[in-house]
């Protein structure tokens, strides 16, 4: 491991500079025994204090600044779906088949306990995520997302995102798709095989968004109640809700 110099000359200065204040100390008062017995002291001391900042008071920092990062992070996931996430999981949820078998797990109440959510969440995992799309339903995915491209582009930019890898593949499989759907210049002649191509695409980030939706609003019941009220009525599950999803 390389020292840069003016670390090397540093401690060159503060053990010369001690050095100098123990030779004045014994000229002074001629006393080698005392100094020879705080030294000894002041050394058995420095594994106390290492011990003390290593493995304590760095490790409650380390903690403190992961919390901080944590909520940087749920701050970004909480504008993703304010922004896009809330209307592209009900874009999804319209054309879902299956939808009713999972509904009512995904009608989430202030009452809920983590054992519910987690319940939820394997049943999402369980969930068959085959979508009924045609080439205008793509057509209008596409639209929406081109209007929030640039919104993706800042988040994706945001090197707060890595440290959560599941909102990262629910980024980056979205962009895929708008990549995908980019590339699709005629919507109205599109073969039947690249619908299902791109259709399998769309399956993908329902997946993803649906699971990363749901810890999202555990983390809003747990640690913001006033925004988890506001999630749950305009919850894209939930009939009775203003984001109602066709039938």
């Not at 001690?18 to 025994?33: A, E, G, K, M, Q």
């Not at 809920?112 to 009924?132: E, R, V």
């Not at 995908?180 to 005629?186: I, K, S, T």
Request: proline residues 3%.
């Amino acid at each position: 491991m390389k020292i840069s110099k003016w670390k090397l000359w540093t401690a060159v200065i503060f053990l010369a500079l001690s050095t100098l204040f123990y030779v004045i100390h014994f000229l002074i008062f001629r006393d080698l025994h005392h100094i020879i017995l705080y030294l000894i002291g002041d050394l058995a001391f420095v594994f106390i204090q290492v011990l003390l900042v290593t493995l304590i008071l760095e490790q409650l920092l380390e903690k403190r600044e992961i919390k901080k990062r944590i909520e940087k992070l749920n701050m970004v996931i909480g504008v993703f779906f304010s922004e896009m996430g809330v209307d592209l999981l009900k874009r999804f949820a319209e054309h879902d088949p299956q939808l009713d078998f999972i509904r009512n797990e995904l009608i989430i109440t202030k009452e809920w306990t983590p054992k519910q959510f987690n319940k939820a969440k394997n049943k999402i995992k369980a969930h068959d995520f085959s979508l009924s799309f045609n080439a205008e339903d793509l057509k209008i995915v596409y639209i929406d997302l081109k209007t929030r491209i640039d919104f993706l582009l800042q988040i994706l930019e945001n090197p707060t995102v890595l440290e959560h890898e599941s909102f990262t593949d629910l980024l980056q499989a979205t962009f895929h798709l708008y990549e995908e759907l980019r590339h699709r210049p005629d919507f109205e002649s599109l073969p039947e095989s690249d619908i299902k191509h791109l259709q399998g695409d769309c399956e993908r980030v329902y997946s993803i968004i649906m699971l990363e939706w749901v810890s999202y609003i555990q983390h809003l019941l747990t640690n913001y109640p006033y925004l988890f009220s506001l999630a749950i009525r305009t919850n894209p599950f939930d009939k009775s809700c203003c984001a109602i999803v066709k039938d």
